[in-house]
């Protein structure tokens, strides 16, 4: 606690008021010197910007405290959310305190009150509450110290902002240990006074005394894990250059300004100043250049570091400078063997009982931990600053053990024992996945187990019943998928390959990864497949590309409109494009040719794939294979989310497509969606899509084996996935027997429990009349619609919406996956009724152009002047 005022908390010298949308991102704050150094950042909130806040938050975390004014914010959850964010504290409104004091875990010094009352009401407000108090834009300065007396010496910490604040009435603001809120354009780092702007190093050294008869300040240095360096001295010209020049700049008591390292080398970067809770001492927190902080060469004046510090040194070293074949560099190099010594490791620590056992096993783990940290490029100080993120969390996950742990422990969980599913499930920021239903789990069951699709006969049931039926099953909220994605985007584009990476260790586990592209010519030894498995796809290739060749345009389209005029059009292939191949539950080279072939047929110069690696960091022989035979440029060993952005960005190793084509899951199809809206990535996308979708429209010709499988080569998708049989002027015994082909079809299938989970909101609908039946299908636009009635082609006349339409009972959907011919790349989601499928025209643009004569000018010449009068466009 201070000497000279009653607040029980150090307080920031300053807060800048930033506006978010002068930087493009958290690093041009973090460089900005007057922002970075010390002080504290203060930002306000409106609901449109919470997204933008969040990922500032998430960027400074450990390295700028964030204030944030909330004011304006409604909801009482994004409050939280940005509590839990690492919002250092929140300025609130009257009308917000009371449901934020029913938030658990709220520590009621991270409220700053907002009042719009007099200060003697705001202080009988106040009391006993433990929040700060924001003045917003006083009028007078010398007034906060009369209202501050009145308070008393048990006053809260108080903020407060004014209009065109001068230098002089900052830093009287400061005296009263009052924190000002000053616009970031204002601030400076210049040494001496400026028109009109503040000193850093005034605000910063407004309190701070010294009990020196030289005036100079006892100045401590440490590390960013705040390890004591040394102990020197500063003066207000020491700290004001140290700000300006963003190094360490201290003052020697024989030599005056001393720039440590200017003739050893090993100088200190400057991380932030801030003073002690008395305000008689500064700290200067370093990064450490060249050999160490002593003239002694040692890395601390108190001699070299210890403990998890030299282990971190010691290591980085190591991961340099290790033998090739040593024990040490196949810990850096190899994953699995580095993963099982942590999991050994941490085995013997939970078995460790005695206190010196206990100690041994944890600095085992601590030192196998440190060493995969260290092979990912990851420091203690990134540790220390995800834990100082997480220390400032309102809500906090369950501390219970996962499943599979609680199980070996004997560990109750949720109220439940260890042996039952009854355990919470984590919830991680990650790619979504479509996860089989669990033995336990009665979807897709009716009431005697069997496997079967709801059922409605259309004439029974209100038109609303069945539009209610043939719902798709909800998606989760825009908002987080959103919220998940657009960090990622954000990441990837700013740090590129370094971000890409990353995602793919988290996501994929294949943290053996050292770059994230594999470039063409791909080693013939990524390509070892079975000779059947190369015919099939050499098929399929064949196929496809013969479809799309006859889609080809051969010579431009040219009509004369009126003598002398010619327009015309021609086609150009688009130069660059990233194919998306989906990875996750199944290996899809199919999407692989089905994407690949029409790109190559159509001429792009530039082909680049993404999919998401194997654990061990490679992929499908199978997609390097199509890769290879359409003539990719690279392959992106990365899914989801981050490989969209690195295809629309690019980074230094991916290259930027100018259209992105494929399906995902909603996480990818959300940010396909905003990429080809972001004006920096200019970039085009081939359609909005969903989880995968068949609708079956038999008749009595049908044959009920054949409209079961149907229905089943798309439920096997994943849970995610949604069937629909229309059965036409079927009995109950024909219904039946559909039914029980499905049953005994899908309980033979090795993915039957993701069957089950796309059969719980799939649909059997009974019609009377093949004319209802269309129009249902219509209504609905199936991704892939199957007629297995008397006379398909007649009935594909009649079809306006669907991805595609497979004809007969000898043209099953699979044909289409594969290798009849036609692009599987569909619309789903009901987007038929807008979108194509994948076709040629996706990979090609028209340009028009226009030739005229002299005669032809003539000729059209006085409607081209009268228009233009009309629209007062005289140049023209």
Not at 5 to 13: K, R
Not at 295 to 304: K, M, N, R, S, V
Not at 327 to 349: P, Q, V
Not at 548 to 560: F, M, S
Request: glycine share 8%; with cysteine; charged share 20%.
């Amino acid at each position: 606690m201070t000497d000279h005022a009653g607040v029980a908390e150090h307080l920031p010298s300053f807060l800048a008021a930033i506006d978010l949308s002068q930087y493009s991102s958290a690093s041009g704050i973090l460089s900005a010197n007057e922002l970075a150094y010390t002080g504290a950042l203060f930002v306000t909130v409106t609901p449109e910007t919470i997204d933008a806040v969040l990922g500032l938050l998430k960027n400074t975390v450990g390295r700028l405290d964030v204030y944030l004014d909330v004011s304006t914010v409604e909801v009482t959850q994004d409050l939280v959310d940005l509590l839990d964010g690492g919002a250092a504290k929140v300025f609130v409104a009257s009308g917000q305190v009371p449901a934020l004091q029913q938030v658990p875990n709220l520590d009621s010094r991270r409220i700053v009150y907002h009042p719009t009352v007099s200060a003697d009401e705001a202080e009988d407000q106040l009391s006993g509450t433990g929040f700060g108090l924001y003045l917003h834009n006083v009028q007078d300065v010398e007034a906060v110290g009369s209202i501050l007396q009145a308070m008393g010496k048990t006053r809260p910490a108080v903020y407060v902002s004014k209009q065109d604040m001068t230098e002089a009435e900052a830093v009287k603001l400061r005296t009263l240990d009052v924190v000002p809120i000053v616009g970031s354009h204002r601030l400076t780092v210049a040494t001496e006074p400026t028109n009109g702007g503040i000193r850093v190093a005034s605000l910063l050294l407004a309190q701070i005394r010294s009990d020196r008869a030289d005036g100079l300040f006892t100045t401590l240095v440490t590390d960013e894990r705040g390890i004591a360096l040394g102990l020197v001295y500063s003066s207000e010209e020491s700290v004001a250059e140290s700000l300006r020049s963003g190094r360490g700049v201290y003052w020697s008591r024989k030599r005056g300004l001393w720039r440590k390292g200017d003739t050893s080398g090993d100088w200190q970067q400057l991380v932030r100043i801030d003073t002690d809770c008395d305000d008689d001492c500064l700290r200067f927190i370093v990064r450490q250049q060249g050999s160490g902080f002593c003239h002694l060469l040692t890395a601390t004046c108190f001699g070299e570091y210890r403990g998890l510090s030299k282990l971190q040194k010691t290591l980085q070293s190591r991961k340099r400078s290790a033998p090739e074949g040593s024990y040490t560099a196949r810990l850096f190099n190899d994953s699995k063997m580095l993963n099982a010594k942590i999991m050994e490791e941490a085995s013997e620590l939970c078995e460790a009982s005695t206190k010196d056992e206990i100690a041994a096993e944890a600095a085992d783990v601590l030192y196998f931990a440190l060493t995969k940290a260290t092979a990912a490029g990851v420091t203690l100080e990134d540790i220390e600053r995800n834990l100082d993120g997480k220390s400032v969390k309102v809500k906090r996950r369950k501390g219970d053990a996962k499943g599979p742990f609680a199980e070996k422990f004997g560990v109750a969980t949720n109220g439940t024992s260890p042996k039952t599913n009854g355990a919470p499930t984590k919830e991680e920021v990650k790619e979504a996945q479509s996860l089989p239903k669990s033995k336990d789990d009665s979807a897709g069951l009716n009431d005697d187990g069997k496997i079967q699709m709801r059922r409605y006969v259309t004439s029974n049931e209100a038109p609303e019943t069945i539009r209610e039926a043939l719902k798709r099953p909800s998606q989760r909220s825009t908002d987080k998928i959103m919220a998940v994605v657009q960090p990622i985007i954000k990441d990837v584009r700013e740090q590129g390959d370094k971000a890409l990476l990353s995602y793919t260790h988290k996501f994929e586990k294949a943290t053996s990864l050292t770059s994230p592209v594999l470039k063409a010519p791909f080693p013939e030894s990524l390509m070892q497949l079975p000779p059947e498995t190369i015919e099939a796809i050499d098929i399929s290739f064949e196929n496809i590309r013969k479809f799309h060749a006859a889609q080809r345009e051969e010579k431009p389209l040219e009509v004369e409109t009126m003598p002398g005029v010619v327009c015309s059009r021609f086609v150009r292939p688009i130069e660059r494009v990233g194919l998306y191949v989906p990875g996750g539950t199944a290996v899809l080279p199919s999407t692989a040719l089905m994407l690949g072939v029409p790109a190559m047929v159509a001429g792009c110069k530039t082909i680049v794939l993404a999919s998401p690696p194997r654990a061990d960091g490679r992929l499908t022989p199978e997609i390097v294979y199509v890769a290879h035979k359409v003539g990719a440029e690279s392959i992106v060993l990365a899914g989801g989310a981050q490989a969209v952005a690195a295809m629309a960005h690019g980074t230094e190793s991916v290259s930027k497509v100018n259209k992105i084509l494929g399906p995902g899951n909603q996480f990818v199809t959300a940010a396909k969606m905003l990429v080809s809206n972001d004006t920096t990535a200019q970039v085009s996308i081939d359609m909005p899509a969903g989880p995968s979708e068949v609708l079956v429209i038999a008749d009595k010709t049908a044959l009920p084996a054949f409209v079961a499988s149907d229905l089943l080569s798309q439920a096997e998708h994943g849970v995610d996935s949604q069937v629909v049989c229309i059965a036409v002027d079927l009995s109950e015994q024909q219904v039946r027997a559909i039914e029980d082909e499905l049953h005994a079809q899908a309980t033979a299938l090795p993915r039957v429990d993701m069957v089950r989970g796309a059969i719980s909101h799939s649909v059997m609908l009974v019609t009377r009349t093949l004319d209802e039946a269309l129009e249902l299908s219509n209504a609905y636009a199936p991704e892939h619609l199957i007629l297995q009635v008397a006379d398909p082609l007649a009935a594909r006349e009649r079809i306006t919406n669907a991805g595609s339409v497979f004809c007969g009972p000898w043209t099953p959907e699979s044909v289409g996956d594969y290798s009849a011919g036609v692009n599987h790349s569909l619309p789903t989601y009901g987007y038929a009724k807008q979108y194509s499928g994948v076709n040629l025209g996706s990979y090609v643009k028209h340009i028009t152009s226009s030739h005229l004569t002299a005669q032809g000018l003539k000729n059209v010449g006085g409607a081209v002047m009268q228009l233009a009068k009309v629209e007062e466009l005289e140049a023209h």
